[in-house]
């Protein structure tokens, strides 16, 4: 067999070998593409995380955020995102402003495809993993000013929030009192992503009550709000508002 012809085989052959890779890292690529919320878990902390994946060929790229880093060192703004998939994984990274920095994710499809799992690590340097759950096309709108009541146990309030809708995330300002000693009645921030209809959120606030995690559901006609919440004191209990002019 002549040379120019034995290496022309041996080209086809290779190609033809990789080509079901290639297929599967592309086909890997496009699953993965749409809009994604929930949770990143750290060594002693948690918070929202959301990404916005498009894909083409085997690459994928899009946005990333998340919320809750200590002290708000790092930024919770949309972040550009870029990747490739390869060996039945995913791996992109984004750059956070603020301490967090370079960040680096891993992650795969759950089976059927509804919710990815992975690992990040971060130029802080913080490591942790996160799960993401897809989000339908439709998103009910939180934002807007509501007003309304708080109820725990033994004692109830007055309650104010202010929220504003950036995709499938929310961020503003709750303020509620009366307030036991040692927690204060002053704005405090608000930061949730939008998961199946709910608006899982956390209030950072001053004082000895901390940081509140909050589950918000909407009505059908959009005028009231319903939550329950707990805060770092382990007080737990229910709020209803409802949607100013």
């Known amino acids: 067999m002549a040379p120019a012809r034995t290496d022309r085989l041996l080209v086809a052959a290779a190609i033809a070998l990789a080509a079901p890779a290639v297929h599967a890292q592309a086909s890997l690529a496009a699953a993965s593409a749409g809009t ?8 002693t902390r948690d918070g929202t995380m959301e990404m916005v994946i498009q894909a083409e060929g085997d690459t994928v790229s899009g946005r990333a955020r998340s919320g809750n880093s200590p002290d708000g060192a790092c930024s919770s703004d949309w972040a550009p995102l870029k990747g490739t998939a390869a060996n039945g994984r995913i791996s992109a990274e984004y750059v956070v402003p603020g301490r967090c920095g370079r960040t680096e994710v891993t992650f795969t499809l759950e089976p059927g495809g509804d919710a990815i799992t992975g690992e990040w690590r971060s130029a802080w340097p913080s490591f942790g993993t996160f799960k993401l759950v897809k989000q339908a096309a439709g998103v009910p709108s939180f934002a807007g000013t509501w007003k309304g009541i708080w ?4 004692v109830d309030g007055r309650s104010e929030l202010v929220l504003e809708a950036k995709g499938h995330g929310v ?3 709750v303020r509620s009192w009366p307030q036991p000693p040692g927690c204060t009645e002053d704005w405090a921030q608000v930061s949730g992503t939008v998961v199946d209809g709910k608006l899982v959120a956390r209030v950072a606030a001053r004082g000895i009550c901390g940081t509140t995690d909050v589950v918000y559901t909407i009505n059908a006609a959009g005028t009231e709000l319903a939550s329950t919440w707990k805060n770092e004191l382990g007080i737990s209990g229910t709020s209803r508002f409802t949607r100013e002019p």
């Open 36 to 43: 994604w919320a929930g949770t990143w878990f750290g060594q």
């Open 171 to 173: 961020t503003g300002r």
């Open 151 to 154: 109820q725990a146990p033994t």
